[in-house]
């Protein structure tokens, strides 16, 4: 490992980042309780302002992954209706089976500038977590309990909110609702053979409703449905702690613009195509496998520094004090002082090792027992 590798994998410098990232978050999070007397008197005002705030957290992460391990991502697509991105609202359908493939729709969604208003299907429980879930719950994200009888009410209206949103967005969402692994994988052919539908090698059976629903309430607001299938070169299992170590990814997405006229209207029709779609990601996982690469031309969307300038700016502001204080409780010679220092250091170490541990693949949220499965409609 070289000099820089050997920095990078240093705890300290993973400290540094955590202690910026929640002391920046939770100021933005003030900041942003502020603004809600923004809303009764101009609503796009507070709309406007609080895109701003959301990307001031939301880039600090895709820097991790951009500058700070220089992960590299080849889109592939089509050359015409790449001019196209960042110019319009897009739903886009990610398939989920890496740890870090959100960050990577992220990194997407920055590439054309529309990080900051971009929303995602999130569970409700995300919405009470300081820091990424008030973000979002500021920025209108939309929300879900996983359960339809609930969900079919409270997710369309916050969808129909977002027809008149100012700012252009991608609405990210995993239809598979849950990460692959083998286990789930059977699972969920298990399901697909109950259903007569057909089996996937490379993803889980889509869930289609809150697809449908989607569609169906930003029709005539969203122009296209960007299909994007992530892989990664030479086997690479890419991993959130590999990002923070500084680790470099090889990543390929295939992304196709689908208009979103093609898409029919009626749910069960929407279903079928969203299955039909899901087929058709599985045959570009299958060649990519074989061949190493996708279809279409590949091309690298510049990478923009602002998510660089942002994280410098708030470490700028918050390290001075921090080095400061670890700097006064070292040098007071106090025993208990430095007892607490190593106790906090511990901790810190510990937490953010439970952080990172809980994203791993293996730590998803369960897809559930065949039985409940096959009782519960898509």
Known sequence: MDLIGLLKSQFLCHLVFCYVFIASGLIINTIQLFTLLLWPINKQLFRKINCRLSYCVSSQLVMLLEWWSGTECVLHTDPQAYPKYGKENAIVVLNHKFEIDFLCGWSLAERFGVLGGSKVLAKKELAYVPIIGWMWYFTEMVFCTRKWEQDRKTVSQSLLHLRDYPEKYFFLIHCEGTRFTEKKHQISMQVAQAKGLPSLKYHLLPRTKGFAITVRSLRNVVSAVYDCTLNFRNNENPTLLGVLNGKKYHADLYVRRIPLEEVPEDEDKCSAWLHKLYQEKDAFQEE?????????????????????????????????????????????????????????????????????GVTEIDKGSAYGNIDSKQKRSD
């Open 288 to 356: 990519y496998y074989r061949t190493g690469t996708f279809p279409e031309t590949p091309m690298v969307p510049p990478r923009r520094p602002w998510t660089l300038i942002n994280w410098l700016f708030w470490a700028s502001l918050l390290l001075y004090p921090f080095f400061r204080f670890l700097i006064n409780m070292i040098s007071s010679g106090s025993s208990l002082t430095l007892a607490s220092f190593v106790l906090v250091f511990f901790v810190a170490s510990m937490g953010v090792r439970w952080m990172i």
